[in-house]
């Protein structure tokens, strides 16, 4: 059974960082591009971030600028998320995802999601 379990997630105070994680079970992601993308209550799913499987450049959404950086580790299987300078406006549900290129992230045809994992941002 092919997985993506993500974890990290939390209650943290403005201004903060938390960093995710996402471990893939079940065949490896090591040719696959993986990214994060976040649903806040009420909006629609958006991608935050997304890296090649060579781990060439990245893409950032506008919204998290230079705050969030993406990477991943082939041979465990992974990719992280670090959040910094975290505000309200990124609490949400965040989501691992993979496809076959980064391109496929971008239009979201998704091959496997994660089940999720919550960040908070409050005082």
């Known amino acids: 059974q092919v997985q993506l379990t993500e974890s990290g997630g939390g209650l943290v105070q403005p201004g903060g960082s938390l960093r995710l994680s996402c471990v893939g079970s079940g065949r490896s992601f090591g040719m696959d591009a993986m990214g994060w993308f976040r649903q806040a209550p009420g909006k629609d799913r958006e991608l935050v971030a997304a890296?090649?499987?060579?781990?060439?450049?990245?893409y950032y959404a506008a919204s998290v600028g230079n705050r969030f950086t993406i990477t991943r580790d082939n041979d465990k299987n992974a990719v992280f998320l670090q959040m910094d300078s975290l505000t309200s406006e990124d609490t949400a549900t965040y989501f691992c995802?993979?496809?076959?290129?980064?391109?496929?992230?971008?239009?979201?045809?998704?091959?496997?999601w994660g089940q999720g994992t919550q960040v908070t941002v409050s005082a």
């Open positions: 995802a993979t496809a076959p290129a980064i391109a496929n992230i971008r239009d979201n045809e998704i091959e496997y």
């Open positions: 890296i090649p499987w060579h781990s060439g450049v990245p």
